[in-house]
């Protein structure tokens, strides 16, 4: 079975938001990165070459694949902002009604930036993610 292409890495946090090219997103990655250590009290890690993580969990598939991903985390990706495992909570239907202006895809939150969005809701939005996926899907 193939190894999962995320893994963590030793790049330094950031050293690699320093080096987003747009101005905006890289301000919006530099503050998503302390609003996510504030929402779940982890330190960053770089999770393959543009993914932000906080926390992590052991995931297992029906058809046997498995692996480790970051229990919440965020890429600042040229068309937007990606934010993972903040979808999942009991009460993100809710949140994001709240939320402001955003996109959702089959895991992921997406935001054009973060003036969009009320950052209240959005902390709200991690905390319970990071809580869900830590209580809910992390396995030993």
Known sequence: MAENKTQPTAVPVEQFLASVEHPGRRAD???LLELMRGGTGE?????????????????????????????VGFSPRKANLALYG???????????????????GAACLYINR????????LTEMIRTGYRHVMAELHSP
């Open 29 to 31: 990655g530099f503050e």
């Open 43 to 71: 330190e960053a890690m770089m999770w393959g070459p543009t993914i932000v993580g906080f926390g992590s969990y052991h995931y297992r598939y029906g058809s046997g694949r498995e692996g480790d991903s970051a229990a």
């Open 86 to 104: 903040l979808t999942y909570g009991p009460d993100a239907h809710t949140l994001l009604a709240a939320l402001g202006k955003h996109k959702t």
């Open 114 to 121: 973060l003036q969009d969005v009320d950052r209240e809701v």
